[in-house]
């Protein structure tokens, strides 16, 4: 006789074990149609489930987040079966939900066509149509790995084998005559997943990842609740496309990359002028905000490192070299240890606190190969790192300072739709819990203070403190994390450095470790992205470009450029011979927000006639005015 509490705290007596469906029917028939699973004690589980015990519930319907991911995850299913009632012998090995869709690997002799892809995405809407119930069902081993054998599912037998440990029960998903082995949950019926779905490309993926395994087709697909926000999704990936940073960075003559030296970026004058834009930014922002800046070594020793934690904790991640009298050093991933040995030089009083250390660090991180992308995954980057030292007294007020300090930063740039991530303790962590309690407890009641709110991603925290990291919403919608706060009594312990109290003793800081753009490279990928190239004229690598009609302007050309320089204007001129009308489209083109043309009059009266990137015209302005004009 189960009582069922659910959300709203009503409770709901049943004479015996119900299904979460049953609940939903037993509420109202509305529900019942809109249920997709439920939330049994907080976890997950089919619409099917059958609780025999009193237990809180939750409805899981289209509205809840939770739905999306089962979505997904059944999209994956419906095109594996899509895919082997047209073409038999396919053997399917795992297909997950993943970030905006979902894919599923195939081993299939022949490759997959374009042709093929639109079949596939043809079949899955037959299959939604048939709205085959979705039921679960248990396996014992044996007889699991007899099924999938028999089918010649040899990929599936390996997992069964290798991954679902003995005694676990093995349960299998079946739609129609088709089945998978599967945790799920899943929907009711394929009939649920709707038509808010694409079958996108394929791509080649490696047996469990590895380069000595075989070979597998991966066919990706992204599923939504309806077609409305398919369709947006769709435009979303067409604009994204037109700013990929990297085209730009081809286009602008920003940057490029370069095989011999991968994750690693070579700055072109342009992009190196805009890069240096960011850090004099910075550098001002800081500097308003009381902060110091300094400079470490990149290369420090591996005992370092250990007492860090970080040779125990983050080697897979770390360039080493070891030198002919066998000592080992490490390119610096992290700018934190070398911060700490600048703040144990010298003896620091409680007067000296609180101390902010800002340093722009080259920082280098061994990135698989197949992880780098563009300027948004490197390998060699710069960090806007400061780490401040201060007392337990000062934590949270300095918490507050740094919060306040990025989310003004980030509305100079236009983010004004910023999500904070709370995450706590992980579970390989270094320090008591004790000292955990204290951090993160200054972090959530700074956030409470200014009240902020913020989502809890529970044990994804560094693994010397909890951390908050500010996520941005760029002009098409996408989300990019940036910024971290992270605090840290334990890194202070580790390396034993003090500072003297009012009391006279040593005490131990705490120590604050925060980048606000982050890595200076993936924020000017994202710039790049946001704006679509057209930077603000503060930022623009060249800010007014000064273009005559015929030769006989040139002098004057010159002059006015010259004049623009010297008032700090980042101009050039074109004196090419070629009709201005062109020049106005390629310069356009450069994304350069003023261009400024002479003609006869405009050198007879010195002005200048100024048109904006948009197209707009600004008129006929004496250059003093267009100066000021540029530094508004």
């Given amino acids: 006789m189960p009582q069922i509490t659910l959300p709203d705290g009503s409770k709901r007596q049943f004479d015996q074990a119900v299904s979460v469906m049953d609940v939903a029917n037993d509420i109202g028939p509305g529900l019942a149609k809109a249920t997709l699973a439920g939330k049994v004690g907080g976890v997950l589980v089919d619409a099917s489930f059958r609780i025999e015990q009193d237990a809180d519930l939750a409805i899981v319907t289209s509205r809840d987040d939770e739905s999306l991911e089962l979505l997904r995850h059944d999209a994956a299913h419906v095109m594996a079966q899509a895919v082997q009632e047209l073409f038999p012998g396919t053997q399917v090995t795992i297909g997950p939900a993943i970030e905006d869709g979902f894919y599923y690997d195939f081993a299939r002799e022949e490759p997959f066509t374009p042709e093929d892809l639109l079949a596939i995405e043809a079949r899955m809407h037959e299959i939604v149509k048939r709205d085959l119930p979705i039921e679960r069902e248990v396996l014992d081993r044996e007889t699991a790995l007899k099924t999938f054998a028999d089918l010649g599912e040899h990929y599936k037998v390996q997992i069964i084998d290798e991954n679902i440990p003995e005694g676990q029960e093995i349960s299998i998903y079946r739609q129609g005559d088709w089945f998978d082995v599967c945790r799920g949950p899943h929907l009711p019926s394929t009939g649920k997943l709707g038509n808010g779905f694409k079958v996108m490309k394929v791509a080649g993926a490696y047996w469990r990842g590895d380069s ?71 550098r001002k922002r800081q500097d308003d905000a009381g902060y110091i800046e300094v ?65 722009f660090g080259k920082v280098h991180r061994y990135e698989p190969s197949g992880a780098l992308h563009g300027l948004l995954r490197v390998r060699h980057f710069t960090q806007d790192d400061a780490h401040i030292y201060c007392t337990e007294e000062q934590m949270q007020q300095e918490c507050v300072d740094v919060i306040a300090l990025v989310l003004d930063i980030y509305k100079d740039f236009g983010f004004e739709d910023v999500v904070i991530k709370f995450s706590d303790r992980p579970q390989n962590r270094i320090g008591s819990d004790e000292v955990w309690d204290k951090l993160e407890g200054a972090l959530v009641n700074a956030l409470d203070s200014m009240k902020l709110d913020y989502k809890l991603f529970s044990g ?34 580790r390396f034993d450095i003090s500072y003297i109290g009012e ?51 040139a002098p004057y050309v010159e002059k006015v450029q010259k004049m623009l320089k010297n008032q700090g204007i980042r101009a050039i001129s074109d004196l090419r011979n070629e009709k201005v009308g062109f020049k106005i489209r390629e310069h356009t083109l450069q994304r350069i927000p003023y261009l400024v043309v002479v003609g006869d009059r405009e050198v007879e009266e010195e002005r200048v006639a100024v048109r904006s990137l948009d197209g707009k015209d600004l008129g006929s302005v004496a250059v003093e005015e267009f100066v000021h004009m540029v530094h508004q």
């Fill in 212 to 282: 000595k395994n075989e070979m597998l087709q991966r066919i990706y697909g992204t599923a939504w609740p309806d077609k409305k926000q398919l369709k947006a999704y769709l435009h979303r990936l067409e604009e994204a496309e037109k700013r990929d940073h990297r085209k730009l960075g081809r286009q602008l003559d920003l940057f490029h990359l370069h095989e011999e030296a991968p994750g690693s970026v070579f700055w072109h004058a342009k992009g190196w002028t805009l890069f240096n834009q960011l850090i004099s930014y910075m």
């Fill in 460 to 493: 994804e925290g560094a693994f010397y403190g909890p951390q908050l990291e500010f996520v941005l919403r760029d002009a098409i919608g996408r989300d990019w994390q940036c910024g971290t706060l992270q605090v840290d009594m334990n890194l202070p312990e």
């Fill in 295 to 359: 400079n470490t070594p990149d290369v420090m020793d591996r005992s370092l490192w250990e007492t860090s934690g970080h040779w125990e904790n983050y080697r897979e991640h770390m360039f080493s070299t070891q030198t002919e009298d066998e000592r080992v050093f490490a390119l610096k991933p992290m700018n934190c240890p070398g911060s700490v040995l600048m703040f144990d030089q010298g003896l620091k009083s409680y007067r000296d606190l609180p101390l902010r250390m800002a340093e």
């Fill in 503 to 553: 009391d006279g003793e040593k005490h131990r800081p705490v120590m604050l470790h925060r980048a606000l753009f982050g890595s200076l490279e993936r924020f000017f990928g994202i710039l790049g992205e946001h704006y679509e190239g057209k930077f603000p004229t503060w930022l623009a690598p060249v800010q007014a470009v000064v273009m005559n009609i015929t030769d006989k302007q």
